[in-house]
Structures are given as C-alpha cells and as structure tokens.
C-alpha cells in the first residue's frame, strides 16, 4: 500500500511563504513524476506543478516564478516552495504522484490534501 502525507500548509498574509511536502511510503517500485494540485472552494482541482524523476519541473502559468517545486529521491520526497502568495492561491493543496508498485502496473496516487489559506 502507498501512502502520500502532506504537510506545511497554513495561515500567511499576503506577500508571505510556505514550504509544503509529501512524502511517499510503501512498496514502491519506481517513481516517474510527482507534483501538486490545488482546489479552491467552488472551483474544480488544477495543476499547480509537477518535477519528474530527472528532475525537469514545468509549472501552471498563475504561479510561475513565485512556486518553487523540488524533490529527494533519496526518501521519495517532492517539496513545493511559495512565494509571493496572493488571496487567489488559497486552496486545499493535493500531492499527486504516478509510480509503480512493485508487481503492479503504474497509476496515480494522492495525498489527503493541506490547507493553504493567504489573508490579512
């Protein structure tokens, strides 16, 4: 069984950071991308940004050059670091990975989500 764990998420003004993980355990085989979504109230979950297992990155255009994603692949580990957060990214934020159990094909997984909530 694979688990995903998120944490980091919280309260900050507007202008301020957060550094959200994940952590991936379990019986796994191979990790080909992780990265992260977000869904704020009323709105359908998006992609924020996702790093591959050679670590190319590719980020949505509404937080390019202010979210930094990153990874460990020593303990299947993908970080988010943002910066310069506005109201517009509060939202509940997903950890999605797709890797392969061993004995099994490749899917995704998700984590439980963490708030990330930007106000004054």
């Known amino acids: 069984q694979v688990q995903l764990v998120e944490s980091g998420g919280g309260l900050v003004q507007p202008g301020g950071s957060l550094k959200l993980s994940c952590a991936a355990s379990?019986?796994?085989?191979?990790?080909?991308?992780m990265g992260w979504y977000r869904q704020a109230p009323g709105k359908q979950r998006e992609w924020v940004a996702h790093?591959?297992?050679?670590?190319?990155?590719n980020y949505a255009d509404s937080v390019k050059g202010r979210f930094t994603i990153s990874r460990a692949n020593a303990n299947n580990t993908v970080y988010l670091q943002m910066n310069s957060l506005k109201p517009e990214d509060t939202a509940v934020y997903y950890c999605?990975?797709?890797?392969?159990?061993?004995?099994?094909?490749?899917?995704?997984?998700w984590g439980q989500g963490t708030q990330v909530t930007v106000s004054s």
């Open positions: 999605n990975a797709r890797l392969q159990v061993v004995l099994h094909n490749a899917r995704d997984y």
């Open positions: 379990g019986s796994i085989f191979r990790i080909y991308y």
């Open positions: 790093i591959t297992s050679d670590g190319s990155t």
